[in-house]
C-alpha cells in the first residue's frame, strides 16, 4: 500500500512541474498559456492544501493531540503561499512579466521549503501515527486531491 509520504509527495512534484510549465509559458511571452496553465496549477495547490487541513491535518492532531506543532506551522505556511499565489496570478492577468517573477520566485523558494518540512517530517510523522487509519484517510485524499481535475 502507498504511504502517506509517498501519496503527498507525488502530489507535489506534480504541482512543480505544473508550476514550471507557467515559467516556461511567461519565458516564451504566451499569456494565455500562462493564464491557463496557472489556473491549473493554483487549483491543484489549493486542493492540495485543502486535503491536507481537512483531512490530514485534523487526523494527525487527533491521534497525537499535537495542535500546536508542524500542523499549525503548515497551516500558516498554506497562508502566506496562498497570498503569493494570488498576487503571482494578478500579475499574470496583468500580464506583467517583472511583477510575476517576482512572486513566482518567493513562491518557489517558499514551496520547496515546505514540501521538504512536510516530506521529510511531518509525512513521516503522519505515517507513522496514522498506520492504522491510512487505508480509509488514503482513498478521501486521493478523492479529494482528483476534485482538482487532476
Not at 52 to 60: D, G, I, R, T, V
Amino acid at each position: 500500500m502507498t504511504s502517506i509520504r509517498d501519496f503527498l509527495t507525488d502530489d507535489h512534484r506534480r504541482c512543480d512541474d505544473v508550476f514550471a510549465d507557467v515559467e516556461q509559458a511567461v519565458a516564451d511571452g504566451n499569456w494565455a498559456l500562462a493564464g491557463d496553465t496557472f489556473g491549473r496549477f493554483s487549483a491543484a495547490v489549493l486542493q492540495h492544501f485543502a486535503v491536507e487541513e481537512s483531512l490530514l491535518f485534523p487526523a494527525f492532531e487527533q491521534k497525537t493531540g499535537m495542535t500546536m506543532g508542524p500542523t499549525q506551522v503548515m497551516r500558516s505556511e498554506h497562508v502566506q503561499m496562498r497570498e503569493l499565489i494570488a498576487a503571482a496570478g494578478a500579475a499574470l492577468a496583468a500580464q506583467d512579466a517583472d511583477e510575476y517573477a517576482g512572486n513566482a520566485e518567493t513562491l518557489l523558494i517558499m514551496m520547496q521549503q515546505h514540501n521538504m518540512k512536510e516530506e521529510n517530517i511531518l509525512y513521516p510523522m503522519c505515517d507513522q501515527h496514522l498506520a492504522d487509519e491510512s487505508a480509509e484517510l488514503l482513498p478521501q485524499i486521493e478523492t479529494g486531491l482528483a476534485a482538482a481535475g487532476k
